[in-house]
């Protein structure tokens, strides 16, 4: 394992230290980033120590000693012990940022301000010393680096070391971390922010260091066109210097060795092209001895035609018909050797001295190594034709040639200054003759190598018919001398951005995530505390389930058997106690109802329904109801309906019953003298809907100003007194509020003490454009049949005796046929034997089997399925409703049972009847 935990950090050490050598800029010179040494310091804190020490320094020595032996090869013994050094120095610096990074930073790793401070500020930096100090040390220590580079090389090394860990050391801690403060989400807001950046400045980087290559490119393509041109230039100044002799051939009849030799240090003055210019005549057989005789008086007395022999040797010229000597030559001291010279005697001279001839034009040799030199020169010769006297043309002169005049153009001398300028700027020069494809020749080329990833730039040209090439190129130095420190500032202090906004996003994730610890210490203390809240309001929600129940069940009786009491012939006395007790038993179960209803708002269970109905059917139920009430006080009571307003709504007419009821009874219960009217009206909202206005006024007692804000509160009265004058819960007006708005309509007030009270609302309805008089249809049935429910048989299934002893004589009352049983058990029992039953009225909550389990079976039994079953229960919340009808109950009756619903209800389903399948 530690062997194994070596070689892992070793590979990735070397990998980081390959990419490190890529930002080099360039390759060679120091690096702006070392990505290395966070990858050294993570994989110290990540992995056991000793082992990931040895990896780093083998790493480390592994790529210094590649750069040093240029690829691993030739790897002598002495380049080991740099790469040593600069080991040994990236293993103690690791262990040494391992050490100061616990000892500042153990228990708040990148999650706190404090931490990120003293990361940045001294772990990174202050461990970054160690390896800079002891690899600039050691560079000159070893001869590498001279002592006005010690200063640069150990900040660029330091700088580059200290970014490196800045940017990758925390970055690879976090993402390879097991602990659960770093979860997944928060690695990736750390590494896609970083990668990003880390992505754009190595982008920015590769296109600046493309720009200073291109830059670089075309510096090298100007440099060789401005030499070419300069060679050009110069090259053409010597052949008009040659072509000045020609002038001077033709104004002589006879030119001495003096006046050639005077007119050549004219022409040739501070000449460095020329090597040396000469006359060569053409000499036949006959005019051999004269020509001899007139260079041995004027020039030398050894004077003769000489040829050059198979073995480099100089002879006198054997007899021939034409001769081709060189007669005069300036300078004579440097160029004697050539005098006399044959020029027929030379390989591959005579055609281009016969071809010159006939063009009429200067032409040049091939490259040549010059005889008359005591060291190799390249040279080219350049034989210009002199006449008698002008040709006709060029191409056909007339006029036989007298000889040449010659040029020896010295490579040395022609480019001179030129190379030098070039070599200054640090780019090389090759210089060929393509003329003959298969046979290059070189003329000049400088000794340097060049420099790979360039390309050189070469430029044709010709001169004297010969097809000549320049190459410049950028040499090894030429980069060097042209460091790229755009690339460099886009490295340095990009990378150095990217590690502080890197420690910025550290601080952002580890401050979220601690107040992300926080809230959820928090949350869940609330949840505990929420939960607690819910059960509590869910036993109070219970608690008022179930008094409701067991209130509901003892009324329904007392409310049922007065209303049955009150059909019998009873004496005057007997009918107004009955009466008022009927008023107090609607008082009581208004109050449960208010209570009810409360509780559903308030834990926003409240739902409505958007069903068709007749808006005159809730007027005239309101109007029956508080009319009694009116004239028992000795008030009038009157409702005002316009006659636009539409007659069918679209929405929950419970609510809107609910809403009016709560509203006319406070108007009544305040109102002393005077009345109470009701006022309704609709606005047109668009073709579908309409805003119905709803105004009750009262000549009442009225609300103070400072009470009216309050009076829309639960268990609010104007007073603390009107509670004991006038009684109530204080529930009304609350319980209208919240129905109102939970309609999204409005609901206002205005008031005067001693003259009365006006409260509006306004609701928004869909009217409907439909005819359906099914209501209608079944109150006046009712109203004209007494026994609506004749030759019905209706099973009543209740476990309390008065309510069973009740509903039997409500329904016999219509004309129904009652069977009684006292749980579901029973029920069903009774159903096996008796399958002529119409329809079930059947109670929740029985011993023995409940209404829910019973009405399951019913519906199973393929005999009994298709009998109707209407829940009859003091179960009146939504959930308990939702529950009959879940089971498969048709519909809901809550008691105490008021005598027009249950016989709705019952008409309703037995007429439809039922399929199921």
Not at 132 to 161: C, K, M, Q, R, Y
Not at 259 to 270: G, H, N, P, Q, V
Not at 634 to 646: A, K, L, Y
Request: hydrophobic letters at 45%; one cysteine or more.
């Amino acid at each position: 394992m530690p062997l194994l935990t070596s070689l892992l950090s070793g590979m990735a050490y070397f990998i980081a230290g390959k990419y490190g050598l890529v930002l080099a800029i360039p390759p060679g010179f120091a690096s702006a980033v070392w990505p290395a040494s966070g990858v050294a310091l993570a994989a110290m804190l990540l992995y056991p120590k000793v082992s990931t020490c040895i990896g780093i320094g083998l790493g480390s020595f592994a790529l210094n000693l590649g750069v040093m032996a240029n690829g691993y090869t030739g790897i002598t013994i002495d380049m080991l012990t740099l790469p040593t050094c600069i080991a040994l120095g990236a293993s103690v610096q690791s262990f040494i940022g391992y050490w100061l990074f616990n000892q500042l930073l153990t228990n708040t790793l990148f999650d706190s301000p404090s931490s990120i401070v003293r990361f940045t500020l001294v772990v990174s930096p202050v461990s970054c010393l160690i390896a800079a100090s002891v690899g600039t040390g050691s560079l000159f220590g070893l001869g590498a680096i001279d002592a006005t580079n010690i200063a640069f090389t150990w900040l660029t090394w330091w700088a580059g070391d200290t970014i490196g860990t800045l940017l990758f050391a925390p970055l690879l801690i976090i993402l390879f971390s097991r602990e659960k403060r770093f979860t997944r989400v928060r690695k990736w807001q750390i590494a896609v922010p970083t990668a990003a950046i880390f992505s754009g400045i190595t982008l920015l980087f590769y296109l600046s260091t493309v720009n200073q290559r291109e830059d670089a490119q075309r510096h090298i393509v100007d440099t060789a066109r401005t030499f070419a041109q300069n060679l050009s230039e110069r090259l053409s100044i010597s052949e008009n210097k040659l072509l000045a002799y020609n002038a001077f051939f033709n104004s002589s009849s006879v030119i001495t060795a003096v006046d050639f030799e005077r007119f050549s240090s004219y022409i040739l003055k501070d000449d460095h092209v020329f090597q040396g210019v000469g006359w060569t005549p053409i000499v036949s057989a006959e005019n051999r001895p004269l020509y001899e005789a007139l260079a041995q008086e004027e020039i030398s007395p050894n004077f003769v035609f000489r040829d050059l022999n198979g073995e480099g040797s100089l002879v006198t010229s054997p007899e021939q018909a034409v001769y081709y000597p060189v007669f005069y030559i300036y300078p004579l001291a440097q160029n004697e050797k050539a005098l006399g010279l044959n020029l027929s005697s030379l390989p591959h001279r005579l055609p281009i001295l016969l071809r010159a001839i006939a063009t009429g034009e200067p032409l040049a040799t091939a490259p040549i190594t010059l005889v008359q030199s005591n060291r190799e020169q390249k040279a080219i010769i350049l034989y210009l034709p002199i006449f008698a006297a002008p040709p006709l043309s060029a191409k056909n002169p007339n006029i036989a040639a007298a000889g040449f005049i010659s040029g020896v153009f010295q490579m040395q001398g022609l480019l001179d200054n030129l190379v030098d300028q070039l070599i200054e700027r640090k780019f090389g020069l090759r210089f060929i003759d393509t003329t003959d494809a298969n046979a290059v020749s070189t003329l000049y080329e400088t000794p340097r190598a060049k420099l790979l990833g360039f390309q050189p730039e070469t430029i044709p040209m010709t001169f004297g018919g010969r097809k000549l090439e320049v190459t410049v190129f950028a040499d090894a130095e030429y980069k060097i001398g042209s460091k790229d420190w755009t690339s460099w500032s886009i490295l340095t202090f990009g990378f150095l951005l990217a590690a502080l906004f890197q420690a910025f996003i550290l601080l952002i994730t580890g401050t979220t995530e601690n107040i992300k610890s926080e809230v959820e210490r928090k949350t869940l203390e609330l949840n505990k505390e929420k939960n607690s809240a819910e059960k509590a309001n869910l036993a109070k929600t219970n608690f008022l389930n179930n008094m409701s129940h067991e209130l509901r069940t003892p009324l329904n009786a007392v409310m049922g058997f007065i209303a049955l009491t009150l059909k019998t012939p009873t004496s005057e006395i007997q009918r107004s106690h009955l009466s008022k007790a009927q008023l107090a038993s609607s008082t009581l179960m208004s109050l449960i109802n208010h209570t009810l209803d409360y509780s559903k708002i308030e834990s926003g269970r409240i739902e409505l329904e958007k069903i068709s109905f007749d808006l005159n059917i809730i007027i005239d139920k309101i109007y029956v109801i508080f009319l009694n009430l009116a004239e028992e006080k000795r008030i009038f009571f009157q409702i005002h309906v316009d006659p636009s307003t539409p007659k069918r709504l679209i929405g929950d007419p419970l609510r809107l019953e609910q809403i009016l009821i709560n509203l006319c009874n406070n108007a009544i219960k305040f109102t002393s003298s005077g009345g109470v009217t009701l006022k309704v009206n609709s606005e047109e909202v668009d073709d579908k809907h309409i805003a119905l206005n709803l105004k009750v006024i009262d000549s009442g007692i009225g609300i103070e100003k400072e009470q009216q804000e309050k009076i829309f509160s639960a268990f609010s009265q104007a007073e603390k007194g009107t509670k004991r004058l006038y009684g109530g819960t204080g529930l009304g007006l609350s319980i209208c509020k919240k129905l109102v708005e939970a309609m999204d309509g409005r609901i206002s007030l205005k008031s005067k003490i001693n003259i009365g009270t006006q409260i509006s609302v306004q609701l928004c309805f869909k009217v409907d454009e439909s005819e359906d008089g099914e209501s209608r249809n079944i109150t006046e049935k009712y109203r004209s049949d007494d026994t609506p429910l004749k030759n019905m048989n209706i099973l009543v299934v209740e476990d309390v005796p008065t309510n069973r002893e009740l509903a039997t004589y409500m329904l016999a009352d219509f004309g129904a046929k009652v069977f009684v049983a006292e749980n579901g058990f029973i029920a069903i029992n009774f159903l096996k034997e008796n399958n002529k039953i119409d329809l079930i009225l059947m109670d929740l909550q029985m011993p023995v089997m409940d209404g829910i389990e019973a009405t399951k079976r019913i519906i199973a039994d393929p005999n009994t399925r298709h009998i109707p079953i209407i829940a009859m229960t003091a179960n009146a919340i939504s959930t308990d409703v939702n529950a009959c009808l879940e089971v498969g109950m048709l519909d809901h009756i809550a008691k105490p049972i008021d005598e027009q619903e249950l016989v709705k209800k019952v008409l309703k389903h037995c007429k439809t009847g039922i399929n199921r399948v």
